[in-house]
């Protein structure tokens, strides 16, 4: 839903500062301070890499805020039937008021498969993406089969 959420609401080339997901818990692509990198590649980092400080930095990002962001996620779910999905924060991290179910999960990762980009990126096995203040190269990889 994170990324769902990102293409709908930034130009993909959009460049965003990642101090915002410095504190991120869980899998992490680890941007050094004062990274600045493209939404696309902030995607790219949330989809190949599960980085939650990327998803989190994309969140923290939007005109509303964090908490914009996630109710744009949760008005997202609305909109797709996902009834039995409340959404939290963007990376999926455990909180006992964020919930799902597999039914709902098989219909969001249909919709992400109907988005050219989305479905692209979901498959790929390694990608890299680049920091655009100093040009460093961050290497991801997919551990999903």
């Known amino acids: 839903m994170t990324a769902l959420v990102a293409v709908e609401e930034y130009s993909l080339d959009e ?3 990642t101090e915002a997901g410095q504190n991120a818990i869980g899998n992490r692509v680890g941007f050094v301070w004062g990274a600045q990198l493209t939404v696309k ?3 790219t980092a949330t989809l190949v890499n599960s980085g939650n400080d990327a998803a989190q930095v994309l969140a923290a990002s ?3 805020g964090y908490q914009g962001f996630i109710d744009q996620m949760n008005q997202k779910a609305t909109q797709l039937h996902l009834n039995q999905t409340f959404f939290t924060n963007p990376t999926g991290i455990d909180d006992y008021k964020q919930l799902t179910s ?3 999960l098989s219909l969001l990762a249909r919709e992400v498969l109907k988005n050219e980009l989305l479905s692209e990126l979901v498959s790929l096995p390694t990608a ?6 100093t040009g460093y190269q961050y290497h991801l990889y997919n551990t999903n089969q």
């Not at 890299?128 to 203040?133: G, K, L, Y």
Request: hydrophobic content about 45%.
């Open 15 to 17: 460049i965003l500062p």
């Open 128 to 133: 890299s993406i680049f920091d655009q203040e």
């Open 62 to 64: 939007h005109p509303q």
């Open 102 to 104: 597999a039914w709902d």
């Open 41 to 43: 590649d902030l995607i």
